[in-house]
């Protein structure tokens, strides 16, 4: 069974289209997070939650929105797609927020905005 | 704020050849430091970690780094690479006053050659 699985694996959509990607960890973890990675392959967190609290939100347009159901599920959303919001987004999750816990990293979602 | 810097973006090397792939980090509070591998086409998996205690830590892969705290450097060493080894590479760092978010260097893409 994957631990951290993100369904789609790729995303090709058009300028101004609303898209969803979905999280979900079998591990138990009670934090997750949103990691964007551009084009030079860098990562930079987005979002994390920690048992369905937001933790934290770096400065991403409000365009994106992070939805935590439950401990074991992260899905985003984005409105309005931009040329520039075309990344691998990755989903991960951890057993803490603290800054020992190893994080396990989904296979990454790739979004094309065209 | 911590940052994190790989010096080098791309590293060719043959198979059965030393590595290293070199990694600073600028923090005014004590750090954590990581180090995680991308194969092609997947997601993030950790290498190895310093949280604290030996300044030397080896991954069941072979591979090494050494916490320098007077360098402010996390360099990561493979006596002998594989073709398996061929990767994107990335350092990352921590502190205990980030909420558990890890702050990624640039990556370093190994690629060895037979």
């Known amino acids: 069974d994957t631990a951290v699985s993100q369904t789609p694996k790729y995303l090709v959509t058009q300028m101004g289209n609303d898209k969803s990607i979905k999280c979900e960890q079998n591990?138990?973890?009670?934090?997750m997070y949103w990691y964007k990675q551009d084009s030079k392959k860098f990562l930079k967190i987005m979002f994390s939650?920690?048992?369905?609290?937001?933790?934290i939100n770096e400065t991403v347009p409000n365009r994106f929105s992070p939805k935590s159901p439950d401990k074991a599920h992260l899905n985003l959303h984005i409105n309005s797609l931009e040329l520039g919001d075309s990344a691998v987004y990755f989903c991960?999750?951890?057993?803490?927020?603290?800054?020992?816990?190893?994080?396990?990293f989904g296979e990454g979602s790739r979004l094309t905005v065209l | 704020a911590q940052s994190v810097t790989q010096l080098d973006s791309q590293v060719p090397v043959f198979e059965e050849a030393p590595v290293e792939l070199r990694c600073n980090y600028s923090?005014?509070?004590?750090?954590?430091l990581f180090w995680y591998v991308q194969y092609p086409n997947q997601g993030l998996q950790l290498l190895l970690k310093?949280?604290?205690?030996?300044?030397l830590v080896e991954s069941i892969n072979g591979f090494e780094a050494e916490f320098n705290k007077s360098q402010t450097s996390f360099h990561l060493r493979k006596p002998s690479v594989h073709i398996s080894d061929t990767a994107e590479y990335f350092c990352?760092?921590?502190?205990?006053?980030?909420?558990?978010?890890?702050?990624f260097g640039q990556g370093t893409e190994l690629s060895v050659k037979p």
């Open positions: 991960a999750s951890s057993w803490t927020s603290g800054i020992t816990g190893e994080l396990f």
């Open positions: 591990l138990g973890h009670d934090t």
């Open positions: 939650y920690n048992n369905k609290e937001l933790i």
């Open positions: 923090s005014s509070v004590s750090v954590y």
């Open positions: 310093y949280l604290s205690g030996s300044t």
């Open positions: 990352a760092v921590s502190a205990d006053n980030q909420g558990g978010k890890l702050i």
